[in-house]
């Protein structure tokens, strides 16, 4: 079976430092992985998405996320984070064969002025 | 651009009583899921659907039945609530399946309260 898991629950940092939100996998078969913010009182919003080929995947408000297929990790980063930044983030992933998507339990943001 | 509407946003019910939350895209998608999200726990799949007419069980379906009469609606039905149903529900759909790397679209939640 499939699972998620986000290291922390809950992230401070402050404006214009560097953050790192964690996502560790564990399948048998090959994934695809995403990562969906939620921002106060919305819904979840696509972040970006894995796509086979290249490690890096990139979104267009400067966050990115690392697929290690080694280490069943799909990291996200962000070099310089924004007040407006602070939202809920959730790591999911789909096996190759199901329909299910699999969420983390997510990791809280804080971003202090 | 409406993408997924839920309905309503918020309602009180009381132990027993039985209501169903509507769930509505206007996106031709296939694919419509039903989550619950908890505190600590993330999202939890319900129920969802692969097609007009189709439904399946998710992670947690107890206590909840769900119908796909319309490729553009799913509805999500609680008999007879309880407490521990008391949740912010979300809504989604997809063009195609996680499968083939079709990301979900989310409503903005349905926030349940049980009394």
């Known amino acids: 079976a499939q699972s998620v898991t986000q290291l922390d629950s809950q992230v401070p940092v402050f404006e214009e430092a560097p953050v790192e939100l964690r996502c560790n996998y564990s399948?048998?078969?090959?994934?695809?992985l995403f990562w969906y913010v939620q921002y106060p009182n919305q819904g979840l919003q696509l972040l970006l998405k894995?796509?086979?080929?290249?490690?890096l995947v990139e979104s267009i408000n400067g966050f990115e996320a690392e697929f290690n297929k080694s280490q069943t990790s799909f990291h996200l980063r962000k070099p310089s984070v924004h007040i407006s930044d602070t939202a809920e983030y959730f790591c999911?992933?789909?096996?190759?064969?199901?329909?299910?998507?699999?969420f983390g339990t997510g990791t809280r943001l804080q971003v202090f002025p | 651009n409406a993408g997924v509407t839920q309905t309503p946003k918020f309602r009180v019910l009381k132990t027993g009583q039985s209501m169903t939350l509507l769930c509505a895209q206007d996106m031709n998608h296939e694919y419509m899921y039903w989550y619950r999200q908890d505190p600590g726990m993330g999202l939890r799949l319900i129920h969802y659907?692969?097609?007009?007419?189709?439904?399946a069980k998710g992670e947690v379906p107890d206590g909840y039945n769900v119908s796909r009469l319309k490729k553009q609606n799913f509805l999500l039905g609680l008999e007879s609530a309880a407490p521990s149903q008391t949740s912010v529900y979300f809504c989604a759909s997809s063009l195609n399946s996680v499968r083939v790397n079709q990301p979900q679209h989310f409503g903005d939640g349905t926030r349940l309260s049980i009394l």
């Open positions: 999911a992933v789909s096996a190759g064969n199901t329909d299910k998507l699999i």
């Open positions: 399948s048998s078969v090959s994934v695809y």
């Open positions: 659907s692969v097609g007009e007419g189709t439904t």
């Open positions: 894995y796509l086979s080929g290249s490690t």
